[in-house]
């Protein structure tokens, strides 16, 4: 439980952004302390009392250039540690050498100028849809022979450890924003627009979230939830989800064809 | 009639036929920018109070994990009544009331530059606050405050609740962009002789630059709700992304205009602020050109940030990186105000009345959502605080220490002047201490629950962690809050009638509406001073007061009429 620093440990953005977060407050506490104290002090002090003047002063150029320069110095300050730590936030690493071995085409992606990459091209990418009031995840690979029907898993996303997950966030009706405080920020689903992030688990175990944008009357009970398990698990949950998937599509195809001949021959014309 | 050829059009100083307005009908038909700047306060102050029960439900709903006295669909109607309440009605209309009484009496005219104008900007307000609030008998809006497209759009959002919202933002708007034309001819035509721009007050800088700033920014907005409206109703496809719409297009449109909004409701704050300080410090505002400057700066600045509120959505790194280091400049002139207000009561001798101690606890509460909005500033950051309750928190510190707290402080400073009649210092005392102690309460830990994890316009939450806890101080620190309200509340509901007498200029102030006598005559002032620095209230005490060493001088002095003088307290 993040007391004075967002949450942490799940990926390594997470903690990068935790990171850059503590130095920021380390020297807002600096200037919090400074500005609150001379408030405070100048209150005290100055009090009016019997004999007291006032001192008629207007300003003065020096001083008033000083803390200018130095409001403006600090703020050079974080922006210069801002940019130091922006690889390690937004540029994944490597899957790790314990993480799920990607083959074939499903595992390599193709960087664009929003979609960051690790150094070997390699990631596992799942598409995020978000959608009035749960959380769609589509995984890379068909499901059946002929290349359609990728697998996919609602609301619990299973994830494999030590491997570099990249996330493609999507929306198919309205604004929501895609949220596990341990495994890094906020991104949007936007309509129309995909939004990328990533992270990389190296403990087994779930991460809770829930969408953090508001859509509508169940926008808080629209739940997020990542389950990491050993590559060897996740490998196996996925080649059931795929079971599943090409099941219910076959059935689906029976009770198609039996809904075609009460129709009468003819009347479908794609089964 | 006023001539507009000279570039300060003369004040003509003789006494006008003063023919005192009669009976209640005559609130209908006024253009006399003082009562019009009385039927601002009185009607955004209702609005304030309804707005704060809706806060008080949200709190009492979240005084619980799981709890369910509100349904999610009344839950979303509060906070976007509530968020549309107190930015739309409350403290930008506000700011205007106080703007309409007191620019006139403060650069010494003796009216808006066009008061039947002045009188539509008000009935416009009220007109959009009742179309707005009628929609609580049908389908109040549930869109939040924000009303992000596409769930502002016919197909998510099919109440009229949604419709009165547009309509509420045209209304007001308009009301406010009128106001602010009058405000801007008013200030740049209408000042004493002498008030130079190096001798404006403080108060009437921000309100000027709280002008310009409207009338930028809300025809954004007035574009954006239209495109809306047309989507809504008319087939239009602005924001709808399934034929060829943008939904981001909705929030560059609203934060464009929202970011400047904040300016808009807190620049008049500081400005209250700025005049306050000195004379309850004794002081001269230390660097006038500094914050006069300031103000214009962060004006500028804050039309290069509105993607801040967007670090969240797809959009190139380049922008993310120059809006980071736009939002990071617009400290340093926020930074050098606050600076400067500490050096103004520095080696001063600061009397606790009670509209410094409002002041006072607006910095104290300023610094702190200042520093927390450079957490914000910085987007990767950003990106686990955003749409939490740290920024909750962070928006409270700003709005309600930066326009709230000071808007007390001028209702404190103020009362007197439009009045006649003083407030109890010992309430006020009574009402500043409970409001910021529960503010406090209230809003600091809700940086925590964000940081732990805890969205933010979610109706419920469950029972993990210290969840619980937390949110049971901040819904006890509303009600403290609360309290201190109603005691204002209270005070002037009694001091309006019994308070003591205040005469014209009860706290030795420095600007010319201390000059005239309170409540100010339908004409303001039958004779203008002439004005020789930023205080001329002071010099005038010092005039008075050589005068009145050498008896003999000057009988029938021009510029300081016999018992414009007398000072009260
Ligand atoms: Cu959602
Ligand atoms: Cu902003």
Redesign the interface.
């Known amino acids: 439980?993040?007391?004075?620093?967002?949450?942490s440990g799940g990926s390594p953005n997470?903690d990068?952004?935790?990171s850059?977060?503590r130095i920021?407050?380390y020297i807002?506490l600096v200037?919090?302390v400074l500005?609150?104290g001379?408030?405070?002090y100048?209150?005290w002090k100055?009090?009016?009392?019997k004999g007291?003047?006032?001192?008629?002063?207007?300003?003065?150029t020096r001083?008033?250039v000083g803390?200018?320069v130095a409001?403006?110095v600090i703020?050079v300050v974080?922006?210069v540690i801002?940019f130091a730590?922006?690889s390690a936030?937004?540029d994944p690493s490597n899957s790790g050498p314990n993480g799920q071995h990607l083959v074939g085409s499903d595992g390599v992606l193709y960087a664009s100028?929003?979609r960051k990459l690790p150094p070997n091209g390699k990631a596992l990418n799942i598409t995020v849809v978000g959608r009035?009031y749960l959380w769609q995840y589509v995984y890379p690979g068909a499901a059946e022979a002929d290349g359609l029907g990728a697998p996919y898993a609602y609301e619990q996303m299973v994830v494999p450890t030590e491997t570099t997950v990249s996330l493609d966030i999507v929306s198919s009706?309205?604004?929501h924003?895609w949220?596990i405080?341990e495994l890094?920020?906020?991104?949007?689903a936007?309509?129309?627009?995909?939004?990328?992030t990533w992270f990389k688990i190296s403990k087994p175990g779930v991460y809770r979230?829930?969408?953090?944008?508001?859509?509508?009357?169940?926008?808080?009970r629209m739940i997020a939830d990542v389950k990491a398990v050993p590559p060897a698990q996740f490998e196996a949950w996925l080649a059931y989800q795929k079971v599943l998937i090409a099941e219910a599509n076959a059935q689906a195809k029976i009770a198609r064809a039996k809904l075609g001949k009460q129709i009468g021959a003819g009347q479908v014309e794609n089964p | 009639m006023a001539t507009y050829a000279p570039p300060i059009p003369q004040i003509v100083t003789h006494r006008a036929e003063s023919s005192k307005p009669q009976g209640w009908t005559s609130w209908f038909t006024t253009t006399d920018h003082k009562r019009i700047g009385i039927l601002y306060m009185v009607t955004t102050f209702v609005f304030f109070l309804l707005g704060g029960v809706e806060a008080l439900m949200m709190r009492l709903q979240l005084g619980a994990p799981n709890n369910t006295l509100v349904t999610p669909q009344v839950y979303n109607q509060l906070f976007t009544m509530h968020g549309t309440t107190m930015v739309f009605l409350f403290v930008v209309p506000m700011m205007a009331g106080l703007a309409n009484y007191f620019v006139p009496l403060m650069i010494g005219a003796r009216d808006m530059a066009f008061p039947r104008l002045n009188a539509m900007s008000y009935w416009l307000l009220l007109a959009g606050g009742l179309v707005f609030y009628a929609s609580v008998f049908w389908n109040p809006p549930e869109a939040g405050w924000t009303s992000y497209a596409p769930l502002s759009n016919s197909y998510f959002s099919p109440g009229g609740g949604q419709d009165a919202w547009i309509y509420l933002v045209h209304l007001t708007g308009l009301s406010s962009i009128l106001g602010a034309i009058n405000l801007y001819a008013t200030i740049a035509n209408m000042r004493a002789p002498g008030m130079s721009w190096g001798r404006l007050p403080l108060f009437v800088w921000a309100i000027l630059t709280y002008s310009v700033l409207i009338i930028f920014a809300m025809p954004v907005i007035a574009g954006a709700v239209t495109m809306l409206l047309t989507d809504r109703h008319f087939g239009t496809h602005f924001f709808d992304p399934a034929n060829g719409g943008s939904a981001l297009l909705w929030q560059h449109l609203f934060w464009f205009f929202g970011h400047p909004e904040v300016y808009i409701m807190v620049l008049p704050g500081f400005g209250v602020v700025s005049e306050i300080l000195p004379v309850f410090a004794r002081k001269p505002i230390f660097g006038y050109k500094a914050i006069a400057a300031s103000t214009v700066a962060i004006a500028f600045l804050g039309f290069l940030t509105w993607a801040h509120h967007m670090f969240a959505t797809p959009i190139p790194e380049a922008i993310l990186v120059f809006v980071m280091l736009s939002s990071f400049l617009i400290a340093v002139p926020t930074g050098v105000k606050i600076f400067n207000w500490i050096a103004t009561l520095w080696r001063g001798t600061v009397e606790f009345k009670t509209p410094l101690l409002f002041c006072a606890g607006f910095i104290s509460l300023f610094i702190i959502g200042g520093i927390s909005g450079v957490f914000l500033a910085v987007f990767p950051v950003d990106w686990q605080l955003n749409e939490t309750y740290f920024v909750v928190a962070h928006i409270h510190f700003v709005l309600m220490g930066g326009a709230v707290f000071t808007i007390f402080a001028a209702i404190y400073y103020w009362f007197p002047k439009i009045t006649g009649r003083m407030l109890s210092e010992g309430m006020g005392k009574v009402s500043f201490w409970l409001m910021y102690w529960g503010f406090l309460i209230t809003f600091l830990i809700q940086h925590v629950i964000g940081l732990d994890g805890m969205p933010r316009r979610v109706y419920e939450y469950d029972n993990v962690g210290h969840l619980a806890l937390y949110n049971q101080i901040s819904t006890v620190g509303s009600f403290i809050l609360a309290l201190g309200v109603l005691v204002t509340v209270f005070n002037v509901a009694r001091s309006v009638k019994s308070g003591v007498i205040a005469g014209p200029d009860p706290w030795k102030a420095n600007t010319l509406e201390w000059f005239t006598s309170s409540p100010p005559p339908p004409n303001n002032f039958d004779v203008v001073p002439r004005v020789r620095s930023v205080e001329p209230m002071k010099d005038i005490r010092r005039e008075v007061e050589r005068r009145s060493a050498a008896p003999a001088a000057d009988p029938g002095g021009a510029t300081v009429p016999a018992g414009a003088m007398q000072v009260g307290v």
């Open positions: 439980m993040a007391f004075f620093t967002p949450q997470a990068e952004i935790a850059l977060y920021i407050l807002a200037i919090f500005v609150e001379a408030l405070g100048a209150l100055f009090r009016a009392r007291a003047v006032a001192a008629q002063i207007r300003g003065n001083l008033e803390w200018t409001a403006a703020l974080l922006a801002t730590k922006l936030i937004q100028a929003e009035q009706d309205v604004v924003s949220w405080p890094g920020g906020k991104f949007q936007v309509p129309g627009y995909h939004n990328y979230g829930q969408c953090a944008n508001l859509c509508g009357r169940g926008h808080a």
